[in-house]
C-alpha cells in the first residue's frame, strides 16, 4: 500500500483565518514533505521532516507553520495567508536513506486552497 | 538558472506512436532521477525511477547519462491513457531531501 492521505480536499480561507492541512501515512516512512503546486506550473518543496524532525525550510513565510507531532501524521498550519498563497498543497512521504527505491516519494492527493 | 529543464510541449501524437521525451539537469551531484506523471488536477504519480544502468517497465524506457546530466524517457506503442503531463524530477542529496522538478511536458494522444 503506497497510500497517503489529505484532508480536506478542498479548503476557501479568508486572510484573517486560521486552518490546518492534515496528512498522514502508513507506511513506516520516516520523511515527510510539503509541496505547493500553482497551475501550470511544478510542485516546489517547502518543508522536509526527517524522524519528526525539521530538517529543511525553503525559505517558507511564517505564516506557513509545519508540526509533524508523530512519524505517520504531519500538519501544515495557514495563518493570515494572502491571495497569492492559493496554490494545491501537496504531501508527500518516503523512506530514509540513500539508493533507490528508499527515496521514492509519494504524493498525497493534495489539499486545493482558495485564499479571498 | 534552471535545475531542471523539459521541452513543455505539447506534444501531440497519434495513438501506436512512440514519442520520447528529454530532460537535463544542472546539479552534477544530483543523485537519484525519476519520471512522474501527473493528470490534471491530480497529483504527481511515480512512473518510473531511472536507473544508471538505463531501465525498462513493459512499454517505458528510461536512460540517464550521467556525463551529459540528460535524462530521456521513451513510451512505445502510445495509448490514450497515456494522455497527462510527464515531469522529470531529480534529488540531490541522500537521506531525506526535496525533489526538484522540471516544468513537465504534456502528452495528448490522439485517436
Known amino acids: 500500500d503506497t497510500e497517503v492521505t489529505q484532508t480536506p480536499k478542498h479548503l476557501v480561507m479568508g486572510m484573517t483565518n486560521k486552518k490546518s492541512l492534515k496528512c498522514e501515512q502508513h507506511m513506516g516512512h520516516r520523511a515527510m514533505y510539503w509541496y505547493k503546486q500553482k497551475a501550470k506550473k511544478p510542485p516546489e518543496l517547502m518543508f522536509v521532516y526527517s524522524y519528526e524532525k525539521l530538517s529543511i525550510n525553503e525559505s517558507v513565510p511564517s505564516r506557513f507553520s509545519p508540526e509533524c507531532p508523530n512519524s505517520s501524521l504531519l500538519n501544515l498550519h495557514l495563518h493570515a495567508l494572502q491571495p497569492e498563497d492559493s496554490a494545491l498543497y501537496l504531501c508527500?512521504?518516503?523512506?530514509?536513506?540513500?539508493?533507490?527505491?528508499?527515496?521514492?516519494?509519494?504524493f498525497g492527493p493534495g489539499t486545493r486552497l482558495l485564499v479571498l | 538558472r534552471k535545475e531542471v529543464e523539459q521541452d513543455p510541449g505539447p506534444f501531440n501524437v497519434p495513438e501506436g506512436a512512440t514519442v520520447a521525451f528529454n530532460c537535463t539537469y544542472s546539479?552534477?551531484?544530483?543523485?537519484?532521477f525519476f519520471w512522474y506523471r501527473q493528470d490534471c488536477r491530480k497529483e504527481p504519480k511515480l512512473l518510473m525511477s531511472v536507473y544508471s544502468s538505463g531501465n525498462e517497465d513493459g512499454r517505458f524506457t528510461a536512460q540517464l547519462n550521467r556525463a551529459s546530466q540528460y535524462i530521456s524517457l521513451l513510451i512505445r506503442d502510445s495509448k490514450l491513457s497515456d494522455s497527462a503531463t510527464y515531469l522529470c524530477v531529480v534529488r540531490s542529496g541522500g537521506g531525506a531531501d526535496g525533489l526538484t522538478f522540471g516544468k513537465g511536458t504534456h502528452l495528448i494522444i490522439q485517436p
Open positions: 508527500a512521504s518516503s523512506q530514509v536513506g540513500t539508493g533507490l527505491p528508499k527515496e521514492t516519494q509519494y
Open positions: 546539479n552534477s551531484a544530483s543523485q537519484s
